[in-house]
């Protein structure tokens, strides 16, 4: 009886302890932001009004060298895989390619975030853009997901479904099925309600376990729209130009100390105009756009305030923790070449504000929200694959941190694994997986002595190694590489290869030995292949 008794405590202890283990594991929200630039935060610089994202900031870790992979698919494909681009098939843009760094889709040697956390006993959510994986096959809840909503393609209106390249169909679905807009249809409001919706059920059907929700807002990624009383707070304040806006935003963020007293604003791209060579129409027109678009980032904040308060009142908000970041630096891209239907170039020319509009701010409005880097998305210069991100968590997250080590998308899995107590497989449905690459977020924030690690970039022959203080960058085609000491001269204006061809020598080799283990493929032979198909 006494041996019986002694069984029976250590079953209970053993329920306990794994009792406890499961309801101190947290929920995990992941908003992942659509061509957003460093600077599009007002706790990273701009006027644009975020005060929950900030609050975060404020109450939570804010990590000012936090990098992705410059470029919307291969940046989704590393965020939820843990490993690089080109490991999970999604190396540049293309659908379909028969290379299998090049493929287009995600992989089956790779275990998405959402089948991790599943296998751990998570409720997994997504809604938003998926953008990896366009066939049914590949779809959310084929990776894991148990219910999602949104766009599987890469861009659309924000007010209706509106295909905008010739013979093109976009797919918005719930879950497995295509569905279609209602009226009243606003995509960022539209993500978030599911969502919540989402989380709701999961509260009523699994109260006992924690999930995991991804949203991947489509904002601010073009065409620009936004709603009108969103926009009208914005109108007016763009009108002292470009250059103007950019030196105040440079200027918080020196207040702001996100770098080094040394730093100094990037130069102006050569091919931008002086503001004051405008016409009073066209700076009329700037400041539309850049209303509209911070209208969007606005939108984008109210929407993550609208699921706080959501999870406050259910009770969730103190185990719950938030992830924010983008996908890439500012775009510089126009709506006016002729991958774009005829209707589409013709709405490039509605005002920014009309709801049929199909515009983007282009270079002069990406300059801006990328202060003060140099380049856009699709480099890997600063511009391209630098982005704030803000991490926030009553009871998991440090309060008030700030963190300048480098750190990548491949360090979110790793993070998610530890924070949930789940197994990270070396088999899943039958497949040999890859290794994570990365280091959790928690090691980089507590372990100030660890080792320097490199992190390695491609994309489309753009490339580039960050290794503590040191970057070098090659741009395609020129393919000349330049070193920058990016802890004093974060905007890369200065080249400093002839005084340190060790390092270049040491970066290099790193560089080609990643090149060749993740699949890399040299970007003037993929690109004979390519022809003169863009994507977003």
């Not at 085609?477 to 974060?490: G, I």
Request: net charge negative; hydrophobic share 35%; with cysteine.
């Amino acid at each position: 009886m006494k041996i019986l008794s002694i069984h029976l405590l250590c079953f209970l202890t053993l329920i306990q302890v794994a009792f406890a283990q499961k309801i101190d594991r947290p929920n995990v929200v992941l908003i992942l932001a659509d061509d957003m630039g460093y600077s599009d935060l007002g706790c990273f610089g701009s006027e644009i009004q975020t005060p929950y994202l900030d609050s975060m900031a404020q109450g939570g870790v804010k990590m000012t060298n936090f990098y992705n992979a410059s470029r919307c698919c291969p940046s989704r494909a590393s965020l939820l895989t843990g490993v690089y681009p080109h490991q999970a098939g999604i190396g540049d843009m293309m659908n379909t390619r028969p290379y299998p760094a090049y493929q287009g889709y995600l992989n089956r040697e790779t275990v998405t975030l959402a089948e991790v956390l599943r296998n751990a006993g998570y409720g997994t959510y997504m809604t938003g853009k998926w953008h990896v994986g366009q066939a049914k096959e590949n779809w959310p809840l084929q990776r894991g997901f148990d219910r999602f909503y949104g766009l599987i393609d890469g861009a659309n209106s924000y007010f209706e479904n509106r295909p905008y390249r010739p013979n093109q169909k976009l797919t918005i679905a719930l879950d497995n099925k295509e569905i279609a807009t209602p009226q009243n249809y606003y995509s960022t409001d539209a993500y978030t309600d599911y969502a919540i919706s989402f989380i709701d059920q999961h509260v009523q059907e699994k109260a006992s376990d924690p999930f995991f929700l991804y949203i991947a807002y489509q904002a601010p990624h073009w065409p620009l729209h936004a709603k009108p009383e969103d926009i009208a707070r914005y109108q007016g304040k763009y009108m002292d130009g470009w250059e103007t806006v950019r030196q105040r935003r440079f200027e918080k963020q020196q207040a702001l100390s996100l770098f080094p007293p040394s730093t100094t604003l990037s130069p102006l791209d050569t091919a931008m105009r002086d503001w004051e060579s405008l016409s009073w129409a066209e700076k009329v027109q700037w400041d539309e756009r850049m209303a509209v678009y911070a209208a969007m980032v606005d939108a984008i904040d109210q929407n993550v305030g609208k699921l706080m308060e959501h999870l406050r009142k259910n009770g969730q908000l103190e185990n719950t923790i938030f992830l924010f970041l983008s996908d890439n630096g500012a775009s510089n891209e126009t709506i006016t070449n002729q991958g774009f239907t005829e209707e589409i170039r013709a709405a490039n020319f509605f005002p920014a504000s009309h709801p049929k509009s199909f515009t983007a701010y282009g270079k002069e409005g990406a300059v801006v929200s990328n202060t003060p880097f140099r380049k856009f998305k699709h480099w890997e210069f600063e511009g391209g694959n630098a982005t704030a991100f803000v991490a926030y968590g009553p009871k998991y997250i440090p309060e008030g941190l700030q963190i300048n080590r480098p750190a990548h998308l491949i360090d979110i899995m790793p993070a998610l694994v530890e924070w949930a107590n789940a197994a990270y497989p070396q088999q899943f449905a039958g497949h040999t997986i890859q290794p994570m690459e990365g280091k959790a977020l928690q090691t980089l924030w507590n372990n100030t002595t660890e080792e320097e690690r490199a992190i390695c970039f491609e994309h489309e022959g753009n490339k580039a190694v960050r290794k503590g203080k040191w970057k070098l960058v090659a741009e395609y085609p020129e393919d000349v590489w330049y070193l920058y000491d990016v802890e004093s001269d974060r905007a890369e204006n200065t080249d400093v290869k002839e005084q340190y061809p060790g390092v270049v020598k040491e970066l290099i080799d790193v560089y080609d030995a990643w090149s060749k283990r993740v699949g890399v493929i040299p970007y003037q032979e993929l690109d004979k292949k390519r022809g003169n198909a863009r994507y977003q």
